[in-house]
């Protein structure tokens, strides 16, 4: 067993260094971009994540080291011992702070930010273009849609006439702060009243990875199944909105939209609740309020 646990956090640290190094990488050239511009206090800000990000992969590398000197974690003395291994860097944490000063340069331009969770297919998309549309005129809006591979998202998004920045984020199943400090470094914030960050399409690791959004959207859509709240609650509980779409599809999927209603309030009873039907063009006049842009 101490083998095995051995292997996944080798593993695990060989993969987190790997992505330490090329953030660190990316980090640095941005860094020297925006001097060159002449934006001394981004620069600054950079800078200080740039140390940071070498903290990080020092200790990363300290405690891979650690594990390999341990050969292979064969304990001979006893078999009631047991090796504790502690790694010192915690990728949430780091996460975590960084999240904060992504809220912090929000803040300063005064910019709303909302995080749009949900799995494939939910409609996440959707929902963001409808509300764009009716909000545009009101509102300066931006989006960061992030996916595995394509630009689909974001190419959909930037024929509603509003700013759209493409995250790839590869073999990753969520964005970060860190992917989203480097999306707003190609925005214009000064330009933006809203924000809106499409996350990856998942229900699980998203919610452990705050972006530094001043709302949490989850997306769920009867096309899901009627347990689908239930036997995922982590992330719902974290949201402030939570959305039941494809209302017009329930019939068809024998799904009672009524019982996600239930579950989602059941799970999280501050969460303001709304039904929605995107091709019926119901709800969305109430969502956009329910996100505080009427």
């Known amino acids: 067993m101490v083998r095995d646990l051995l292997t996944y956090l080798r593993k695990w640290l060989e993969h ?29 800000e950079l800078s200080a994540s740039e140390k940071f990000m070498e903290k990080v992969v020092k200790s990363l590398e300290e405690a891979l080291k650690r594990i390999s000197e ?3 974690g064969v304990v001979t003395a006893s ?24 809220r912090s340069l929000f803040d300063k331009y005064g910019l709303k930010v909302i995080d749009v969770r949900g799995a494939i297919g939910s409609g996440k998309t959707s929902l963001i273009e409808a ?24 190419d959909r998004i ?24 480097k999306a707003i470094s190609k925005m214009n914030l000064e330009n933006l009243d809203v924000l809106f960050i499409e996350n990856v399409g998942n229900l699980i690791c998203p919610a452990d990875y705050p972006l530094g959004a001043h709302l949490h959207l989850v997306v769920v859509s009867v096309t899901e199944g009627s347990d689908m709240i239930v036997k995922h609650p982590l992330i719902f509980r974290d949201a402030d909105v939570i959305v039941i779409n494809k209302a017009d599809l329930a019939e068809t999927m024998g799904i009672d939209p009524n019982k996600l209603v239930n579950d989602a309030r059941r799970v999280n009873p501050k969460a303001k609740i709304v039904v929605t039907s995107v091709k019926n063009n119901e709800g969305i006049d109430e969502l956009i309020r329910a996100l505080g842009l009427a």
């Not at 078999?79 to 992504?102: C, G, K, P």
């Open 16 to 44: 987190n260094i790997e992505h330490s190094k090329k953030h660190l990488e990316e980090i640095k050239e941005l860094r020297k971009k925006v001097e060159q511009h002449g934006l001394k206090s981004v620069g600054a």
């Open 70 to 72: 341990t050969n292979e």
């Open 79 to 102: 078999e009631e011992q047991m090796l504790d291994i502690e790694v010192e860097v915690d990728i949430l944490e780091i996460n975590r702070r960084l999240a904060e000063e992504n």
């Open 131 to 154: 509300i764009v549309e009716r909000i545009k005129d009101k509102y300066r809006v931006g989006v960061i849609a992030g996916d595995v591979t394509t630009t689909i998202d974001a």
């Open 158 to 181: 930037r024929r509603h006439g509003v700013e759209s920045v493409c995250v790839n984020t590869g073999k990753e199943c969520h964005l970060d702060a860190l992917l989203i400090r």
